[in-house]
């Protein structure tokens, strides 16, 4: 129940358990007798957990009851907030939700912390993964950025705190001690501020990352929309054509475009 308790489901779930002897029988009169928001809803958690099954089987990779709770509220509110499906008391809670944050393009750090973007790109036909970042001072000026793939078929969460991990332990190791990391995937920055443990791939992330955070007490990490994250978007996808690990030190041609206009 902790994954329907996500989607604000369990009082539409809870008084109908004892009423049905199957799911699907279930799932039928969910759908004829509830509004399109919350069958919309129980279908994408349905898929979530479809997904999770899958990897399981063929990956050996399994997400928590939490997790896939957390994944299908995410993929909710972005497919329905895009739809315009939400009511403005929904819409106010969803902008909470988005950091209370209206702006739509990158926004320099405060005086005396760099900020560092980071993301992860998939690639199906290729089953690798990559990732991208980029620190920029609070002028908006480049500093320093970088790539890396892995032959591997991570899910979207690994990935995303991936990217996080590697753009933390440069950061660390270039001799930043002030900087706030941003990533769109309110997933994973919301795991890494929770106080759940688990023994998953992605868990085990999580919790490197949080051993980065308690010894790098100046370092945060924050909730971006795609739209203010696009230069560590294009890196991760520009990773697959780079075959290998790259750290740039001068603007690569593939960001110097969104650079400047994110300037202006």
Same mark, same amino acid.
């Given at each position: 129940?902790?994954?329907?308790?996500?989607?604000?489901?369990?009082?539409v779930?809870?008084?109908?358990?004892?009423? *049905?002897?199957?799911?699907?029988?279930?799932?039928?009169d969910?759908?004829?007798?509830?509004n399109?928001?919350?069958a919309?809803?129980?279908?994408?958690?349905?898929?979530?957990?479809?997904?999770?099954?899958?990897?399981c089987?063929w990956?050996?990779?399994k997400?928590?009851?939490?997790?896939?709770?957390?994944?299908?509220?995410?993929?909710?509110?972005?497919?329905?907030?895009?739809?315009?499906?939400?009511?403005?008391?929904?819409?106010?809670e969803?902008?909470?939700?988005?950091?209370?944050?209206?702006?739509?393009k990158?926004?320099?750090p405060?005086?005396?912390?760099?900020?560092?973007?980071?993301?992860?790109?998939?690639?199906?036909?290729?089953?690798?993964?990559?990732?991208?970042?980029?620190?920029?001072?609070?002028?908006?000026?480049?500093?320093?950025?970088?790539?890396?793939?892995?032959?591997?078929?991570?899910n979207?969460?690994?990935?995303?705190?991936m990217?996080?991990?590697e753009?933390m332990?440069?950061?660390?190791?270039?001799?930043?001690?002030?900087?706030? *990391?941003?990533s769109?995937?309110k997933?994973?920055?919301d795991a890494?501020s929770s106080?759940?443990?688990?023994?998953?791939? *992605?868990?085990?992330?999580?919790?490197?990352?949080?051993?980065?955070l308690?010894?790098?007490?100046? *370092?945060?990490?924050?909730?971006?929309?795609?739209?203010?994250?696009?230069?560590?978007?294009?890196?991760?996808?520009?990773?697959?054509s780079?075959?290998?690990?790259?750290?740039?030190?001068?603007i690569?041609?593939?960001?110097?475009?969104l650079?400047?206009?994110?300037?202006?």
């Amino acid at each position: 129940m902790e994954a329907w308790n996500h989607m604000g489901l369990n009082h539409v779930i809870q008084p109908r358990v004892n009423s *049905f002897h199957n799911i699907s029988a279930l799932i039928f009169d969910i759908c004829r007798n509830e509004n399109n928001q919350v069958a919309g809803k129980v279908a994408v958690i349905l898929w979530c957990l479809w997904q999770n099954r899958n990897n399981c089987v063929w990956n050996n990779s399994k997400l928590s009851a939490q997790q896939i709770g957390m994944q299908a509220a995410h993929f909710w509110h972005e497919w329905a907030t895009v739809q315009g499906l939400l009511g403005d008391q929904q819409q106010q809670e969803q902008q909470l939700l988005h950091d209370r944050s209206a702006e739509q393009k990158w926004q320099p750090p405060p005086l005396g912390y760099v900020k560092c973007n980071a993301d992860a790109s998939f690639f199906e036909t290729q089953a690798a993964t990559g990732w991208g970042w980029c620190a920029r001072d609070q002028r908006g000026r480049f500093l320093l950025a970088g790539t890396n793939i892995m032959q591997a078929k991570l899910n979207t969460m690994e990935g995303e705190a991936m990217a996080i991990k590697e753009a933390m332990s440069e950061m660390i190791q270039r001799g930043f001690s002030h900087v706030i *990391f941003e990533s769109d995937s309110k997933v994973v920055v919301d795991a890494i501020s929770s106080s759940q443990v688990g023994i998953s791939e *992605f868990s085990m992330l999580i919790s490197y990352i949080k051993s980065l955070l308690v010894s790098n007490p100046n *370092f945060e990490v924050k909730f971006v929309k795609r739209q203010a994250n696009m230069v560590a978007h294009s890196l991760a996808r520009a990773a697959y054509s780079m075959t290998s690990r790259r750290i740039f030190e001068l603007i690569s041609r593939c960001i110097d475009h969104l650079l400047l206009n994110e300037m202006n």
